[in-house]
Nanobody
């Protein structure tokens, strides 16, 4: 069982930055890949970024590549999403999730545990 709690969302102007955190409980955190997803109003939840269990492998959606960075600190049971050069189209509820696998994976269905989400709003 893994419980996830996101924080760090908020309102920011276009071009600004935010850093999301996701604190995990449970002994399995360091053995599984983690991911960030987002869901905008009226849209399906979509993949943003994923990181493998060691932190040595990452993968990003094309829409955020070069602007967002996912990282993790297994000693703190925490995964982060640094978001730079934010755009209005990045506005969404952001969710972190724990995967069934140890390697990076983008499929939503391969994630078993989800946080409650944190709102990110980017104004133009």
């Amino acid at each position: 069982q893994v419980q996830l709690v996101e924080s760090g969302g908020g309102l920011v102007q276009a071009g600004g930055s935010l850093r999301l955190s996701c604190a995990a409980s449970g002994r399995t955190f360091s053995s599984v890949a983690m991911g960030w997803f987002r869901q905008a109003p009226g849209k399906e939840r979509e993949f943003v970024a994923t990181i493998n269990r060691s932190g040595g492998g990452t993968y990003y959606a094309d829409s955020v590549k070069g602007r967002f960075t996912i990282s993790r600190d297994n000693a703190k049971n925490t995964v982060y999403l640094q978001m730079n050069s934010l755009k209005p189209e990045d506005t969404a509820v952001y969710y972190c999730a724990a995967a069934r696998t140890s390697y990076v994976i983008t499929l939503l269905a391969q994630y078993d545990y989800w946080g409650q989400g944190t709102q990110v709003t980017v104004s133009s």
